[in-house]
């Protein structure tokens, strides 16, 4: 993806990404280098913030 001109035709097609697809390809970058078994850990982790998100949708995530 170092080639500009491939950059520069897929922004003319595509346009430019928005924020918070960049950040999201960021994670799955960080994400795809964890080891299987922290993976594993992060999608527990997640899964739980998200039930517990569900259980009292009142209470801010932090």
């Not at 850990?41 to 739980?48: D, L, P, Q, S």
Request: charged fraction near 25%; charge should be positive; hydrophobic fraction near 40%.
């Amino acid at each position: 993806m170092k080639n500009p001109t491939f950059v520069a035709e897929l922004h003319k097609r595509l346009g430019a990404p928005s924020s918070e697809t960049v950040e999201s390809l960021r994670l799955l970058k960080a994400f795809l280098k964890l080891a299987p078994a922290q993976r594993s850990e992060v999608i527990e982790t997640v899964e739980r913030l998200a039930i517990d998100a569900q259980a009292s949708p009142d209470r801010p995530l932090s």
